[in-house]
């Protein structure tokens, strides 16, 4: 479109929101396109600060008159930018960010634009959550959508198990509800899928008894002993109760590279004394700490680490198993001795317990056989370092590769459709297309890990 047709399509759309609409000249504009990633510079054509489902409704059918690209922003969290067209179309949801709770009932309605610092915010009062990320300002919907790994997966479940029902915005602009009784094939892929077949304005959600109280230990390593160590670690895992989730990093401190070993309890801290000491008998840590945190806390612990304004890549595996050769791959980082200015940081984190109980094709959400989720993550400032930090990740990447058995959809990042046939195997990438022939058989809603429809792939 042309500037003054842009404008005059612009002061329409405005006219049939109650939201804002925001231009590129507009107050704002800069702002409401930054995302978490500060690599994902894009400049929309026109930003939909929506403040209803009517105002989804109303966008998605201007950029289809409009033929403007769509892409859907909550957090904001996409590592690739999904949530910011160029010159497209952006829905904004962060104005509908309302977390409704029913104590009685144990059931939350979530607007699609909430954070999960909201959600969890919402829901302790009442001694009450369920499954969220690890970091608090990352969006609900991308998450779910995804799956949904958090603290509290191994005992209750991923964040898609414990959705009731969504309400979905589809590619035609009518508004559907997605649940176990009704359109329960989208309901299906929906938990798991990704943000393929809608717009999701809002979620109900299963919440469980949280007293609140946590404990996170960490026990910090030289590369020398963590191997040893690791090794004892991975022997805990089958054996852990699922209050908690083990975890592992390796990366740099202070010049040096360095390994952490540790885990996450969501419960009475005292009925992780076990846990501690099994811990301990793991080797001579360098440093440890042992800490109690309220809930909200430990969902809040990694939300500076993670913040916004830097540049970022990942690459992330699921592994089956974690052999001797995997936990030496994990603490080199692509490298002969593990050291390097331009290494990224890497986490393992266990699954299993609740994830696995749930059969794998109940929900499109796919690997719950999976034993740890590994994730290489590097961060930075200068852009002139872009080239040498993401080849440092894919290299390291590269050598986890051998041990995986697949990729989380929300760890995904250019790998484009190789990585879509990492995350869903062949007969779910199948039904997946089956669902999106069905409910956006244009593709409108493919800023995503994409799955096409039929026509795309003839």
């Known amino acids: 479109m042309t500037g003054s047709i842009q404008n005059l399509a612009a002061i329409e759309l405005g006219d049939a929101v109650a939201g804002r609409v925001i231009l590129p000249d507009g107050d704002g504009y800069d702002a409401a396109r930054?995302?978490?990633?500060?690599?994902?510079?894009?400049?929309?054509?026109?930003?939909?600060?929506?403040?209803?489902t009517a105002d989804v409704t109303a966008a998605?059918?201007?950029?289809?008159?409009?033929?403007?690209?769509?892409?859907?922003?909550?957090?904001?969290?996409?590592?690739?930018g999904h949530s910011v067209p160029a010159d497209g179309l952006m829905i904004d949801l962060r104005g509908m960010d309302e977390v409704r709770v029913d104590p009685a009932a144990r059931r939350a309605r979530i607007q699609g634009g909430a954070l999960l610092g909201v959600l969890d915010?919402?829901?302790?009062?009442?001694?009450?959550?369920?499954?969220?990320?690890?970091?608090?300002?990352?969006?609900?919907?991308?998450?779910t959508l995804g799956g949904g790994m958090g603290w509290l997966a191994r005992e209750l479940g991923l964040t898609c198990d414990n959705v009731e029902s969504f309400e979905v915005v589809t590619a035609t602009g009518d508004t559907v509800t997605a649940s176990a009784t009704e359109n329960s094939d989208l309901f299906w892929g929906l938990r798991g899928g990704g943000g393929n077949f809608g717009v999701v304005t809002e979620f109900q959600f299963r919440l469980h008894p949280v007293a609140g109280r946590t404990?996170?230990?960490?026990?910090?390593?030289?590369?020398?002993?963590?191997a040893r160590a690791m090794r004892g670690w991975r022997d805990l895992i089958e054996v852990t109760p699922r209050q908690a989730t083990l975890k592992a990093w390796v990366g740099t401190v202070e010049g040096r590279p360095r390994a952490s070993l540790g885990f996450v309890w969501v419960g009475d801290p005292a009925h992780s004394l076990d846990l501690q000491r099994e811990f301990a008998a793991l080797g001579t840590p360098i440093e440890q700490g042992v800490t109690e945190y309220s809930y909200v806390e430990l969902q809040r612990l990694e939300d500076d680490v993670q913040g916004h304004a830097l540049r970022r890549y990942w690459k992330g595996h699921y592994l089956r198993a974690l052999p001797d050769e995997a936990i030496d791959a994990f603490l080199l980082r692509g490298t002969p001795d593990g050291d390097g200015d331009l290494l990224p940081g890497a986490s393992l984190q266990t699954y299993g317990g609740a994830i696995a109980d749930v059969a794998d094709d109940e929900t499109a959400f796919s690997h719950r056989d999976a034993f740890v989720e590994f994730v290489a993550a590097a961060r930075w400032e200068d852009p002139a370092e872009d080239a040498g930090?993401?080849?440092?990740?894919?290299?390291?990447?590269?050598?986890?590769?051998?041990?995986?058995?697949?990729?989380?959809v929300n760890a995904l990042t250019d790998?484009?459709?190789?990585?879509?046939?990492?995350?869903?195997?062949?007969?779910?990438?199948?039904?997946?297309?089956?669902?999106?022939?069905?409910?956006?058989?244009?593709?409108?809603?493919?800023?995503?890990?994409?799955?096409?429809?039929?026509?795309?792939?003839?």
């Not at 915010?121 to 998450?143: F, Y």
């Not at 404990?215 to 963590?226: E, M, N, Q």
């Open 389 to 408: 930090r993401i080849a440092a990740a894919r290299q390291y990447g590269a050598t986890i590769e051998p041990f995986a058995s697949g990729a989380y």
């Open 60 to 80: 998605i059918r201007h950029a289809r008159d409009h033929d403007l690209e769509i892409g859907v922003r909550c957090g904001g969290h996409s590592v690739i």
């Open 415 to 458: 790998e484009g459709a190789t990585g879509v046939r990492r995350a869903y195997p062949e007969h779910k990438l199948a039904r997946l297309t089956k669902l999106k022939d069905s409910w956006d058989p244009d593709n409108v809603f493919h800023l995503n890990h994409n799955v096409a429809p039929s026509r795309a792939r003839s």
């Open 215 to 226: 404990v996170v230990a960490d026990y910090a390593f030289t590369l020398d002993d963590a």
């Open 121 to 143: 915010r919402a829901t302790q009062p009442h001694g009450l959550a369920t499954t969220a990320g690890n970091v608090s300002h990352t969006g609900v919907g991308g998450l």
């Open 34 to 52: 930054s995302l978490w990633n500060a690599m994902a510079d894009r400049r929309p054509s026109i930003i939909v600060r929506c403040a209803s």
